[in-house]
C-alpha cells in the first residue's frame, strides 16, 4: 500500500509514523544485508542521522518493535539472531539512553543479555530477585521522606531503582567484581532545592543507615572533570544490604540529564560534541516528555508529588504553563535549527560497502558523486534516493538512503587483441550459450559482437551482472 493510500484511511500524522518506521527499518535491513561492522564513527553518524531524520516518536516505536523481535529471537536463522543482537547494543540502547528512556534501554539490555548469555542472566537473576523487588526499595524511600521533613528539607524529587541485570553484568565483568561487591544494586536520588540543602540531606541519610566506610564522595566541592556534581553515599538498608544514595540540586540535575555530563556520555565514554547533536537530544527528549513516552518508571512513595501527578501533559505544545509539573527546564528547547542549515547524513550503499555520509545543507546527487566508499565515484555510475530515480540536481535530505548503481564499464592495461573467432564456439562447447550472458538477446558469434542492443539502464545492468554471475 502507498503513502497515498494510507492517507485515505487514517490521519496524516499517523501516516508520516508509518512511514518513518517503514524508513527505518529499511536502513536497519541493508545494515544486516550487507553484514556490516560498523566502526564506532560510522555508528555515531548512524545514531545522529536516526534522531535527525525522524520524529522521535518514530524511534520509540522501532525500539518497541526491537524489543518485540528479540523476544522470538527463538524462530529467526543463527546468523540473523547475532546480527539482531548486534544491532540492538550498537544502535537501539544507545539512542535509548541518550533520549532518556531508561525503562526501554534496560529491557533491551535484559532482553539481549538473556538471549546471549542465558545461563549468567539466570544465575543473576536468582541472586538479586528478591532484593531488587520494588517493595523492598519503596519502605527506604518513605522512610528518607519522613526524615527530610522533620529537618525541614523540602526534596522536589526522591526516587528509586534496581539496577538492570545485563547493567550488573557488565560492571562486574569490566571493574572485575563479584556481585556482593556492586553496592548500586538499588539506589535513590534525592533532588532538593540548593547546595545547603544537599548536606542536610546526607545528615539525614546518615542519622537513618549506617554508611559503608570509604563510600562517601563529595562530588560538589569536587566536581568531576565534565561538571558533573552530585553528593554520592552508600548505606547498609534496614534488609542488611548495600544502598546507594545520591543527592543534588535541580540545576545539578539539569547538567547531569541534558549537558557535557549526562549520564548516557559517561556510559559510552565518547565526547560527542557540537551545538547540532546536543540540540537533537535536548529537543527529542522534550518532545518524548510532551507526549507521556519519557515516563522513568521510577519507585516512588505513595502519596509523593511526582507519584500523583498526571501522566498526561494538558498544555498546549510546545509551552509548559508556568505551574505544570512537567515543565522541568528552566529554559525550553527548540528545533534544532541545524536541520534548516545543515549538516545532513545520508547513508551511500555502494556495493558491498555502506557508509553514512555527511553533506552541507542543500548538497545535491551531483555533489554525492564526487563520494564513495573506496574513493571517486565512476562518472557513468548513477545514483538511485529511496529507490526513486531523480534529477541530478535533487536536492538531498536528512536520511535519505542512496545506492549506487554502476554501468558496464572495463578499463585493460594494454589494448585488446583481435578476440579469437571460435571464443563463443569454447563456451558453447562447455554448455554456455551467447544468450546467458546478454538477457536473451542472440549475439553474432564473427569476431566483433554487436553490443547495440544491450540495456544499459541500471535495472538492466543488475540483470546482466547476475546472469554473469550465474555464468562463472
Same mark, same amino acid.
Given at each position: 500500500m502507498t503513502e497515498e493510500q494510507l492517507t485515505t484511511l487514517i490521519s496524516a500524522d499517523v501516516v508520516e509514523l508509518v512511514v518513518?518506521?517503514?524508513?527505518?527499518?529499511?536502513?536497519?535491513?541493508?545494515?544486516?544485508?550487507?553484514?556490516? #561492522?560498523?566502526?564506532? &564513527?560510522?555508528?555515531?553518524?548512524? @545514531?545522529? /542521522?536516526? !534522531?535527525?531524520?525522524? *520524529? #522521535?516518536?518514530?524511534? &520509540?516505536?522501532?525500539?518497541?518493535? @526491537?524489543? /518485540?523481535? !528479540?523476544?522470538?529471537? *527463538?524462530?529467526?536463522?543463527?546468523?540473523?539472531?547475532?546480527?539482531f543482537c548486534e544491532e540492538t547494543m550498537e544502535i537501539f540502547v544507545p539512542l535509548a539512553s541518550r533520549l532518556g528512556l531508561w525503562k526501554l534501554k534496560s529491557e533491551l539490555e535484559d532482553t539481549y543479555f538473556k538471549v546471549t548469555n542465558p545461563a549468567e542472566h539466570d544465575r543473576l537473576l536468582?541472586?538479586?530477585?528478591?532484593?531488587?523487588?520494588?517493595?523492598r526499595i519503596i519502605p527506604h524511600i518513605s522512610k528518607l521522606q519522613a526524615a527530610l521533613h522533620e529537618t525541614g528539607v523540602e526534596a522536589s524529587d526522591l526516587t528509586g531503582r534496581p539496577k538492570n541485570l545485563y547493567g550488573i553484568h557488565k560492571k562486574m565483568v569490566k571493574k572485575g567484581k563479584t556481585i556482593d561487591e556492586v553496592y548500586d544494586l538499588r539506589a535513590m536520588r534525592v533532588i532538593v532545592s540548593d547546595?545547603?540543602?544537599?548536606?542536610?540531606?546526607?545528615?539525614?541519610?546518615?542519622?537513618?543507615?549506617?554508611?559503608?566506610?570509604?563510600?562517601?564522595?563529595?562530588?560538589i566541592k569536587n566536581a568531576k572533570a565534565n561538571g558533573y556534581q552530585s553528593l554520592h553515599t552508600v548505606v547498609t538498608g534496614d534488609d542488611g544490604l548495600p544502598f546507594e544514595i545520591q543527592i543534588r540540586t535541580a540545576e545539578m540535575h539539569k547538567v547531569a540529564e541534558y549537558g557535557v555530563a549526562a549520564h548516557w556520555r559517561y556510559k559510552e565514554s565518547l565526547d560527542v560534541s557540537g551545538a547540532f547533536h546536543d540540540a537533537q537530544i535536548a529537543w527529542a527528549r522534550f518532545v518524548?516528555?510532551?507526549?507521556?513516552?519519557?515516563?522513568?518508571?521510577?519507585?516512588?512513595?505513595?502519596?509523593?508529588?511526582?507519584?500523583?501527578?498526571?501522566?498526561?501533559?494538558l498544555c498546549p505544545f510546545p509551552h509548559h504553563h508556568s505551574h505544570c509539573p512537567h515543565g522541568r527546564l528552566e529554559e525550553e528547547p527548540h528545533p534544532p535549527a541545524a536541520r534548516e542549515d545543515g549538516p545532513i547524513f545520508v547513508l551511500l550503499v555502494d556495493g558491498t560497502n555502506i557508509e553514512v555520509k555527511e553533506l552541507p545543507a542543500g548538497s545535491t546527487k551531483r555533489d554525492l558523486l564526487e563520494l564513495s566508499t573506496s574513493g571517486r565515484l565512476s562518472s557513468r555510475a548513477s545514483l538511485i534516493v529511496n529507490q526513486e530515480e531523480e534529477s541530478l540536481d535533487t536536492p538531498l535530505n536528512m536520511g535519505d538512503l542512496v545506492e549506487v548503481v554502476h554501468s558496464l564499464e572495463f578499463e585493460f592495461e594494454k589494448p585488446?587483441?583481435?578476440?579469437?573467432?571460435?571464443?563463443?564456439?569454447?563456451?558453447?562447447?562447455?554448455?554456455?550459450?551467447?544468450?546467458?550472458f546478454f538477457g536473451g538477446f542472440d549475439l553474432p558469434t564473427s569476431e566483433y559482437a554487436d553490443f547495440e542492443h544491450l540495456d544499459t539502464s541500471p535495472a538492466g545492468i543488475a540483470k546482466a551482472r547476475a546472469r554473469l554471475?550465474?555464468?562463472f
Amino acid at each position: 500500500m502507498t503513502e497515498e493510500q494510507l492517507t485515505t484511511l487514517i490521519s496524516a500524522d499517523v501516516v508520516e509514523l508509518v512511514v518513518g518506521v517503514s524508513k527505518m527499518s529499511r536502513v536497519s535491513e541493508l545494515c544486516r544485508e550487507k553484514n556490516i #561492522a560498523y566502526q564506532e &564513527v560510522e555508528i555515531e553518524k548512524l @545514531r545522529t /542521522m536516526i !534522531l535527525a531524520m525522524e *520524529d #522521535a516518536r518514530v524511534v &520509540v516505536i522501532k525500539m518497541c518493535d @526491537r524489543l /518485540m523481535s !528479540l523476544r522470538r529471537l *527463538d524462530s529467526f536463522p543463527a546468523e540473523m539472531r547475532a546480527q539482531f543482537c548486534e544491532e540492538t547494543m550498537e544502535i537501539f540502547v544507545p539512542l535509548a539512553s541518550r533520549l532518556g528512556l531508561w525503562k526501554l534501554k534496560s529491557e533491551l539490555e535484559d532482553t539481549y543479555f538473556k538471549v546471549t548469555n542465558p545461563a549468567e542472566h539466570d544465575r543473576l537473576l536468582t541472586k538479586v530477585a528478591t532484593s531488587t523487588r520494588p517493595e523492598r526499595i519503596i519502605p527506604h524511600i518513605s522512610k528518607l521522606q519522613a526524615a527530610l521533613h522533620e529537618t525541614g528539607v523540602e526534596a522536589s524529587d526522591l526516587t528509586g531503582r534496581p539496577k538492570n541485570l545485563y547493567g550488573i553484568h557488565k560492571k562486574m565483568v569490566k571493574k572485575g567484581k563479584t556481585i556482593d561487591e556492586v553496592y548500586d544494586l538499588r539506589a535513590m536520588r534525592v533532588i532538593v532545592s540548593d547546595t545547603k540543602a544537599c548536606y542536610r540531606a546526607l545528615e539525614a541519610v546518615n542519622s537513618l543507615w549506617q554508611p559503608l566506610e570509604g563510600r562517601t564522595k563529595d562530588y560538589i566541592k569536587n566536581a568531576k572533570a565534565n561538571g558533573y556534581q552530585s553528593l554520592h553515599t552508600v548505606v547498609t538498608g534496614d534488609d542488611g544490604l548495600p544502598f546507594e544514595i545520591q543527592i543534588r540540586t535541580a540545576e545539578m540535575h539539569k547538567v547531569a540529564e541534558y549537558g557535557v555530563a549526562a549520564h548516557w556520555r559517561y556510559k559510552e565514554s565518547l565526547d560527542v560534541s557540537g551545538a547540532f547533536h546536543d540540540a537533537q537530544i535536548a529537543w527529542a527528549r522534550f518532545v518524548l516528555s510532551w507526549t507521556s513516552e519519557l515516563n522513568d518508571h521510577k519507585c516512588r512513595a505513595e502519596g509523593s508529588a511526582k507519584a500523583t501527578t498526571s501522566a498526561r501533559c494538558l498544555c498546549p505544545f510546545p509551552h509548559h504553563h508556568s505551574h505544570c509539573p512537567h515543565g522541568r527546564l528552566e529554559e525550553e528547547p527548540h528545533p534544532p535549527a541545524a536541520r534548516e542549515d545543515g549538516p545532513i547524513f545520508v547513508l551511500l550503499v555502494d556495493g558491498t560497502n555502506i557508509e553514512v555520509k555527511e553533506l552541507p545543507a542543500g548538497s545535491t546527487k551531483r555533489d554525492l558523486l564526487e563520494l564513495s566508499t573506496s574513493g571517486r565515484l565512476s562518472s557513468r555510475a548513477s545514483l538511485i534516493v529511496n529507490q526513486e530515480e531523480e534529477s541530478l540536481d535533487t536536492p538531498l535530505n536528512m536520511g535519505d538512503l542512496v545506492e549506487v548503481v554502476h554501468s558496464l564499464e572495463f578499463e585493460f592495461e594494454k589494448p585488446l587483441e583481435k578476440p579469437r573467432e571460435n571464443c563463443f564456439d569454447f563456451w558453447e562447447s562447455q554448455g554456455v550459450g551467447s544468450t546467458d550472458f546478454f538477457g536473451g538477446f542472440d549475439l553474432p558469434t564473427s569476431e566483433y559482437a554487436d553490443f547495440e542492443h544491450l540495456d544499459t539502464s541500471p535495472a538492466g545492468i543488475a540483470k546482466a551482472r547476475a546472469r554473469l554471475s550465474r555464468v562463472f
